[in-house]
């Protein structure tokens, strides 16, 4: 996203050898030239008239000149309401695009280990193995979260933790992070068993 990305972050998944999608600001500087000459702001780009997108191979961005790197200017006006601008190690233009659809995909999982769940970002975890671990318990408790709801939508505790009548705009996540908490604060028996074969 936006605030991830940095020159820094671009050349350690370079370094790994990680193909990214980056979300950058308008007012990115973009140039042909490392030494940024004639450099301008991301948001002057724009695609041509009928166009979605504008690609632009080999470019350099930041007043640091950093690159090469490929700029997309992508503005699907049926889905967003503004443009936005992609920085990305990929070649072609359209799978820049379907790779960062996928975030959607992935970030109410960030919203629910975050500030709609378990409140992940507010550990201040540096140590990159602890937070690793964390993540991985983190994951876990999301996945019996998920498993709990099937449970918890027919169980004849809902009103308990759930208004019946507002269960409808409540993610599966979060009636399942409720009952969770329900069963573990009324000490009410709570079973699971991992299995790498689970449905």
């Not at 991830?4 to 990115?28: I, M, N, P, R």
């Not at 709990?148 to 208004?163: I, N, P, V, Y």
């Not at 979060?174 to 009324?186: C, D, S, T």
Request: glycine share 6%.
């Amino acid at each position: 996203d936006a605030e991830f990305d940095g020159c820094e972050l671009q050349q350690s998944c370079l370094a790994h050898g990680w193909e990214y999608v980056l979300k950058t600001a308008k007012d990115t500087l973009v140039a042909d030239h490392p030494d940024m000459e004639n450099a301008s702001a991301f948001g002057h780009l724009a695609a041509s008239i009928g166009q979605k997108s504008l690609f632009l191979p080999q470019m350099y961005v930041t007043k640091q000149g950093f690159g090469p790197v490929n700029v997309l200017f992508w503005h699907d006006r049926t889905r967003y309401d503004r443009p936005l601008y992609l920085l990305t190690s990929l070649e072609y233009g359209p799978q820049a695009e379907t790779y960062y659809r996928k975030r959607y995909h992935i970030e109410t999982f960030f919203g629910d280990i975050k500030s709609r769940g378990f409140h992940i970002h507010k550990t201040r975890i540096e140590e990159p193995q602890t937070l690793f671990n964390l993540l991985i318990v983190a994951s876990l408790a999301f996945i019996i979260c998920i498993l709990f709801e099937f449970d918890a939508r027919t169980s004849a505790q809902l009103g308990k933790f759930c208004r019946k009548d507002r269960i409808d705009s409540l993610s599966v996540f979060q009636i399942g992070l409720r009952a969770v908490r329900f069963y573990v604060r009324h000490a009410l028996n709570l079973s699971f068993q991992f299995s790498k074969n689970f449905p």
